[in-house]
């Protein structure tokens, strides 16, 4: 062994010393605390040092310690905490180290501490300018300070114009505004981050036939835009713009055919926490945009989609929330987009549209669709609705409608439901209609007011519905209509007075059934079983 910590030894310190791990034994009732040497180096983008306060958080929060560099850039060696063991080590890392100079923007970044002896660390800053009206932002490595609110309505072009790699623009809360329908903030340029900016641009509807946004990307690629609150035609627009990251924005689109938050032909970006809305088209819109995560985001629209994605593919949304306000509107949209998984989402017309809405064309179906644990909720027509699509898997989705469908296939073939509900007030709980070769496994399908039907299959062929749930409506349990054939129901419980099979369909009910063997002494038998129906027709 290279260390014994014995018992009842406390405050055992190892600084800045190199051994074996996997030959270090520490007895419970002892404690040994493993350090090592840490020194920070700060400095801003043009090289010069930076006297700078230096704080650090271990992994659970707990501050650690708190130096400052000196007029060299560098800190006093300081002691940094890799573990404590009491027989079970606790790790201390990832730290969190922050760097504070009042001229300068706080930089922070996580931190390793089982790295090995003499750590050294580095912090550059970028040097900053402050802004007090609109302006070209031309320099690299800069940081660009709003030191007031800017109220504009002169203005001809854009407000804040980034025309150099790796700025970022800090408002500090401050508001830029104008009511002519230009654009606030504009990049093209690598690494750009813009972030507290309370913007609102563009004025009355008479006056926005002219395009606007108030933070619009145009190839600027790894870039962030966090912490917005903006208004205009387009809140937030990333046109051929990649690996951005957009974090705990507001976005409005207050115009004709606006949008909240607009991704064209823009990939690989991730969206957390944001919220878009549109008064007249979309909250959140991506349009041939691929490879995008979406999480926590909520998409508002009080006339078209709250979320739509459109000929994107590849692209995965976690736990959103889309809600429209309008008739013949959807919550969640994904039209013509492959190979796209929804997890946890939440999918919400409040009107006489569909909750959500998954669908592609007679002549290009929409293939390779996950949906896990979603809910889509209509007021007056479908919860889910799935169009012109083609394999898939569903599991644990809920579909309501106060008045249609709870969830419903249309010309949807080759899936796989587990475990869903479809729940309607007075229509179908579920629909299968011109749908072939789709299981259905564990499934509720219930419709709870007069003239309900829990499940409806019409002009669909190979259905099999298995170990179902609750089957179950006011009116019908089951109505096959149209020619359908092969409609099997396996292992599932209804009202059989509540059946309807029109004369050109084909219904299947079947049980497990499961035999036994053994003689009289209680020896178990291998024994072939065979089974003939009531006709002499060999079963099995």
């Given at each position: 062994m290279d260390v014994i910590n014995d018992a009842y030894s406390y405050n055992t310190t190892f600084i800045n010393c190199s051994y074996d791990i996997s030959k270090e034994t520490v007895n419970e009732s002892s404690t040994l605390t493993r350090k090592w040497y840490y020194r920070v180096y700060t400095n801003d983008t043009s090289g010069n040092n930076v006297i700078a306060q230096v704080n650090a958080t271990n992994k659970t929060g707990n501050f650690e310690f708190s130096i400052d560099t000196n007029s060299s850039g560098w800190t006093n060696i300081t002691n940094i905490t890799d573990y404590v063991s009491n027989g079970t080590r606790t790790y201390y890392s990832n730290y969190t180290i922050r760097?504070?100079?009042?001229?300068?923007?706080?930089?922070?970044?996580?931190?390793?501490?089982?790295?090995?002896?003499?750590?050294?660390?580095?912090?550059?800053?970028?040097?900053?300018?402050?802004?007090?009206?609109c302006s070209n932002l031309t320099l690299a490595n800069t940081l660009y300070i709003l030191n007031n609110n800017i109220v504009n309505h002169q203005i001809t072009d854009i407000c804040m114009n980034i025309s150099a790699q790796?700025?970022?623009?800090?408002?500090?809360?401050?508001a830029i505004y104008s009511i002519k329908n230009v654009t606030a903030v504009f990049s093209n340029q690598l690494n750009t981050t813009v972030k507290n900016c309370n913007?609102?641009?563009g004025g009355t509807i008479a006056n926005q036939q002219k395009f606007n946004a108030s933070i619009y990307f145009f190839g600027a690629n790894y870039s962030n835009i966090i912490n917005n609150n903006v208004t205009s035609k387009v809140g937030i627009y990333l046109l051929s713009s990649s690996n951005n990251t957009l974090i705990n924005n507001k976005a409005l689109g207050n115009q004709t055919y606006s949008y909240g938050i607009f991704l064209n032909y823009s990939s690989n970006n991730t969206l957390i926490n944001n919220k878009g809305e549109s008064n007249l088209s979309r909250g959140i819109w991506l349009y041939n945009s691929q490879n995008n995560i979406l999480?926590?985001?909520?998409?508002?629209?009080?006339?078209?989609?709250?979320?739509?994605?459109?000929?994107?593919?590849?692209?995965?949304?976690?736990?959103?929330?889309?809600?429209?306000n309008i008739t013949n509107s959807v919550g969640i949209g994904i039209y013509y987009s492959n190979n796209t998984i929804l997890i946890n989402n939440f999918g919400i017309s409040n009107t006489a549209g569909r909750g959500i809405f998954i669908t592609g064309a007679s002549t290009n179906y929409i293939r390779n669709i996950t949906l896990i644990n979603n809910t889509g909720r209509s007021r007056s027509y479908i919860g889910i609705s799935v169009d012109f699509f083609d394999g898939g898997s569903l599991i644990n989705n809920t579909g309501t409608s106060n008045s249609s469908y709870g969830i419903a296939l249309f010309f949807t073939n080759n899936t796989i439901w587990?475990?869903?509900?479809?729940?309607?007030?007075?229509?179908?709980?579920?629909?299968?209609?011109?749908?072939?070769?789709?299981?259905?496994?564990?499934?509720?399908?219930?419709?709870?007011?007069?003239?309900?039907?829990?499940?409806?299959?019409?002009?669909?062929?190979?259905?099999?519905?298995?170990?179902?749930?609750?089957?179950?409506?006011?009116?019908?349990?089951?109505?096959?209509?149209?020619?359908?054939?092969n409609t099997t129901f396996l292992n599932c419980s209804y009202n059989i007075s509540k059946e309807i099979v029109n004369i050109t369909s084909t219904l299947f009910r079947q049980w497990y059934y499961r035999a036994y063997a053994n003689d009289t002494d209680g020896n178990d038998v291998i024994a072939e079983i065979n089974a003939t129906n009531r006709t002499g027709g060999f079963e099995f």
């Open positions: 760097a504070y100079n009042s001229s300068y923007e706080t930089s922070s970044h996580t931190y390793n501490a089982s790295l090995g002896n003499n750590l050294y660390d580095y912090f550059t800053f970028l040097p900053s300018v402050l802004l007090t009206n790796n700025i970022t623009l800090n408002c500090q809360g401050y913007i609102t641009m999480m926590n985001n909520t998409g508002v629209s009080d006339s078209y989609y709250g979320i739509r994605l459109e000929y994107s593919n590849n692209n995965i949304l976690i736990n959103n929330t889309g809600i429209s587990t475990s869903n509900t479809g729940t309607s007030n007075s229509s179908q709980g579920v629909r299968v209609y011109l749908s072939n070769n789709n299981t259905l496994i564990n499934t509720q399908a219930i419709g709870y007011l007069a003239e309900s039907t829990g499940f409806f299959i019409s002009s669909s062929n190979n259905t099999l519905i298995q170990d179902c749930i609750n089957v179950s409506g006011i009116l019908l349990d089951v109505n096959v209509s149209g020619w359908s054939y």
